[in-house]
């Protein structure tokens, strides 16, 4: 993700900047050879005094380039661990999104068990014959000793009946 890719630039750019580091150093001391070489030949008058300024001028610079460049790679070690943070609450704002998604599944699944229980369902097809409860009355539950009916159920399959009939009526 974007956030990843710039921690990933940001590390890019304090490699970068170490190796600046080292350059300048590098540089810097190069520099302070030849100023230290240049105090002794001016020590014996073998260079000028605008040579041997010139070769402090060198040296101050450097430095001052190094102290820059140590700064540069400060600043950028501080990009990279602001951007390293930013990746970390990024990632912990996804995990509590997505355990908010599966708190709201859990409630989705709580909510249809509750509403299957508002429907009620025969173990045959037939014809209410009677009503003992009303809709909107509470009910106990069928498996507690103190059950009611809730209504009387007529079955409508085919019946067989037997009985007698006169024989003047046949």
Known sequence: ?????????????EKAA????QKAKVETDLKEVVYKRYQ??????S????????????FESAKASLVSV??????????TMSAQAQVAVAQSEIAVAEA??????SEILRLEALASY???????????????????????EGTSGKSTP???????????????????DV
Not at 118 to 140: F, K, M, Q
């Open 18 to 21: 170490h190796a600046s580091v």
């Open 100 to 105: 908010s998604v599966d708190s709201a599944s």
């Open 118 to 140: 508002a429907t009620i369902r025969s173990p045959y097809s037939g014809v209410v014959t009677a009503r003992y409860v009303h809709p909107g009355h509470l009910i106990n």
């Open 47 to 58: 260079v000028t005094e605008l040579e041997f300024e010139e070769a402090q001028g060198e």
């Open 150 to 168: 809730i209504v009387r159920l007529a079955r409508d399959e085919k019946l067989r009946l037997q009985f007698d009939v006169p024989e003047k």
């Open 1 to 13: 993700n974007a956030e990843e890719a710039r921690a990933v630039a940001f590390g890019e750019k």
């Open 40 to 45: 002794g030949l001016k020590a014996d008058n």
């Open 70 to 79: 140590q700064a540069d790679v400060a600043s950028a070690a501080a990009d």
